[in-house]
């Protein structure tokens, strides 16, 4: 019978590790091979790629994870498999490496099943593709738990490359051991183990032996195999760029209906939803969900259907020169596809104060998650903006928070946030709202370094002039947003703001073909180059197909815009979920017409 190393819910009875019947068996002996094993043979090491699925139809093994303790080799043991059990977490759906070391502890018999095999049982079998991907993902969520991962992060709470880290892995579900500097007094045996400085902060420990001083999360993603099992050469029915609540949903169904799709996101599924406390208008979710939850189970449900996510690596632009059309990323590579989604979202404006740079991560913040919430326990913190995000924000922070003082530069919240948000915040005495108020500096202490602390906060009223200061650590900014569309440049019709337009808004000329407009606005800049204008920013496209433009396709044919960064998008979950499945549905027809 499994066990687990420390009383948890996540034991046998909650169907983490569940015994499979003979007859559940049998179904799964139609794809797999049987083979006879030795006790101490190893079936997957950490690291391995494309590892097969074994069920054990007798004798017994563990599961171990080698790992490093006070600069010694050790092995911690995780869990233990008898006859009727089956190995593998997420990553035998991801296609990820391995996190464990399998051993056969007792001679028997396994049966063996490839990893496509796996995938396509876990799609077209109900019954044994609810019992794993349940298993699955109940055994990667107590791994996360209890930081058995092949990661070892060491940094400190007031270091900005520790915080955009621990966000990184977090919000990927990969599970990982945390050591702060800060409190921890064995942390130096690691260092020396791997001759770091603590200059080199944050360090990360790969696989127990790949050293990363302070690196981006494109190494990391790297360094971690995130992705290892994408074919780069193939060329693909359809590429979604973003994966925010609609590139998961195009993905879900893309995948599901039988499309070969990738989705790219440069840095962590979920987009801004992801990174929202909890989401209370979302149907279906009485109580709420979080926009993590909410991102990991639309991935699960993608990657169960077949569709490969690329993670850590973004988009440097989009060759339309030709078809198929070819995404270049960030490291030059090329992906090519019949058909592209976009759905990039959009990212916080940044507003014109002093010192705001040298503060990102060190007391300025753009998402309010749990990470973020553990440093501002009991203190004053400061919600910059008055959409729902903004007041998603200020409710979640307040259940840690001393004081939450939410800024809007409106008179109120009416015109931008939804009611059920205003009512909580008005009804919150830990919530202190100031209209038409906006930051005027920030202050911290240090010589101006890269490890400066924002320790006070400088806000005014703009009606009466009044200004104040305050003994503030921590400010969350979600201001307007801009589109993500840089990559775009020259290949796609865009509104004025920057925003991608798509069907009906692309202008039509008199003989009905969609007029030569476009311009590729700077978007860091507030002044946009008018279409009308000669620049280098402006070029022009026609429609030449005899069909009009279906209603999210943007100015190219078979490119699609979905969810916030299309314009006269509606900024709600729901509806960016909507819109990547109708793109899909649209990719099919002219996937039919190329």
């Known amino acids: 019978m499994s066990t687990w190393p420390a009383p948890s819910i996540l034991d046998p009875k909650t169907q983490a590790f569940p015994i499979l019947t003979q007859a559940q068996i049998q179904r799964i002996v139609l794809i797999g091979k049987r083979r006879k094993v030795q006790a101490g043979e190893i079936l997957f090491e950490p690291n391995d790629t494309n590892i097969p699925f074994f069920v054990l139809l007798s004798g017994a093994m563990e599961i171990v994870q080698p790992t490093v303790e006070g600069g010694l080799d050790i092995e911690r043991n995780i869990v233990g498999h008898a006859a009727g059990e089956f190995t593998g977490e997420m990553a035998m759906i991801t296609g990820a490496r391995c996190l464990v070391r399998g051993r056969i502890t007792e001679p028997g018999e396994v ?3 490839a990893p496509d095999g796996l995938r396509s049982l876990v799609a077209k079998d109900a019954e044994l593709g609810e019992i794993f991907m349940r298993a699955f993902i109940l055994r990667r969520l107590a791994l996360i738990r209890e ?7 060491l940094g400190s709470r007031h270091c900005s490359g520790t915080l955009r880290l621990r966000e990184f892995l977090g919000r990927n579900a990969y599970p990982y051991t945390y050591i702060d500097l800060d409190t921890d007094k064995d ?13 080199e902060v944050p360090v990360v420990i790969c696989n127990a032996r790949t050293v990363l001083k302070n690196p981006s999360v494109q190494e990391l993603a790297d360094c971690l195999g995130f992705n290892v099992s994408i074919d780069g050469s193939l060329v693909r029915d359809v590429i979604i760029v973003g994966a925010g609540p609609s590139g998961l949903a195009a993905a879900v169904y893309a995948a599901s209906e039988g499309l070969d799709a990738l989705v790219v996101e440069a840095e962590s599924p979920g987009g801004q939803a992801g990174s929202s406390s909890k989401i209370e208008n979302y149907l279906g979710f009485p109580t709420g969900v979080s926009g993590m939850e909410l991102a990991n189970r639309a991935i699960a449900q993608a990657q169960k259907f077949g569709a490969k996510m690329m993670i850590g690596h973004g988009v440097a632009r989009l060759d339309c020169s030709k078809r198929p ?3 270049v990323l960030d490291n030059n590579d090329r992906l090519a596809a019949r058909s592209i989604v976009i759905s990039t979202g959009a990212q916080y404006n940044k507003p014109q104060i002093a010192d705001l740079k040298q503060f990102e991560g060190r007391g300025i913040y753009y998402g309010a998650t749990y990470i973020e919430a553990q440093l501002c326990v009991g203190e004053d913190v400061v919600v910059v903006g008055g959409a729902n995000s903004a007041g998603q924000a200020a409710v979640y922070l307040a259940q840690t928070a001393r004081k939450v003082h939410m800024l809007v530069r409106r008179d109120g919240l009416a015109e931008t946030m939804s009611r059920y948000l205003i009512q909580r915040i008005t009804e919150n005495p830990a919530i202190d709202l100031h209209p038409n108020s906006e930051i005027t500096g920030m202050d911290g202490d240090g010589d101006g370094g890269a490890n400066r602390q924002l320790r006070r906060v400088t806000w005014r009223n703009k009606k009466t002039g009044q200004t104040s200061t305050h003994d503030i650590r921590h400010v969350f900014l979600m201001t307007g947003a801009s589109p993500r569309t840089e990559w775009l440049r020259g290949c796609v019709a865009l509104d004025e703001k920057g925003f991608i337009l798509t069907g009906r808004d692309i202008p039509t000329a008199p003989n009905g073909s969609a007029a030569p407009q476009v311009s590729s606005p700077n978007i860091s800049s507030p002044n946009v ?18 069909r009009p433009p279906q209603m999210f396709e943007t100015s190219l044919p078979s490119v699609f815009a979905v969810g916030d960064v299309r314009s006269g998008n509606v900024k709600r979950v729901a509806s960016a979920v909507g819109e990547g499945a109708i ?3 649209m990719v099919h027809r002219a996937l039919a017409d190329h």
């Open 147 to 153: 930081g058995y991962g092949n990661v070892i992060l």
């Open 111 to 113: 049966l063996e099943v």
């Open 529 to 546: 180059a008018s279409p009308d204008v000669a620049s280098p920013h402006v070029a022009h496209h026609t429609w030449t197909l005899p």
């Open 325 to 327: 059309y070819e995404i």
């Open 583 to 585: 793109a899909i549905y």
């Open 187 to 199: 942390s130096q045996a690691i260092l020396d183990r791997f001759d770091v400085k603590l200059s």
